[in-house]
């Protein structure tokens, strides 16, 4: 035996004959759902779920909101028709967030950054619901305090 692979071509190279059960489970859980529901409902309930989110984000965080209780503010930057986007928003901040991406993190919220100013957040429909994107909002207002106080 050598350490050299020598596989089929193309993907049928990387089929193995006993997939790992960790890699099974989680396919076997996702396709007990797309049993029970349609696309249809799946893809509504993502601009919904997006839609609430995105209506927080400007209540809360827009540069011309009453309710934003920072002087930080963050503007979305994906596009406002739901047929031009999937579930990610990306919200476009006023100030750097290094501190902002950090104290989401401390507070267990999965989010993602892009230098100098943007961060992404996806409330996924599949296992994110309105209370999370509630919470998000709670989070992120507290991170924005945070970072208002170290400027």
Do not use: W
């Amino acid at each position: 035996m050598d350490n050299v692979l020598d596989l089929d071509d193309g993907a049928a190279g990387y089929r193995i004959s006993n997939p790992p059960i960790h890699l099974v489970v989680p396919v076997m859980g996702i396709l007990e759902v797309f049993k029970t529901v349609t696309l249809e409902d799946l893809r509504s309930r993502s601009c919904y779920l997006t839609g609430y989110l995105e209506y927080l984000i400007k209540h809360f965080f827009g540069e011309s909101s009453q309710h934003r209780s920072t002087k930080i503010f963050c503007s979305i930057i994906t596009p406002p028709e739901f047929h031009e986007r999937g579930c990610q928003l990306s919200l476009r901040f006023s100030v750097s967030i290094d501190i902002i991406y950090k104290e989401l993190v401390r507070r267990g919220v999965a989010v993602d950054k892009r230098y100098p100013d943007v961060i992404r957040v996806t409330p996924v429909h599949l296992y994110n619901n309105y209370v999370d994107c509630r919470r998000f909002v709670t989070a992120l207002e507290e991170s924005c305090k945070v970072a208002e106080a170290s400027l």
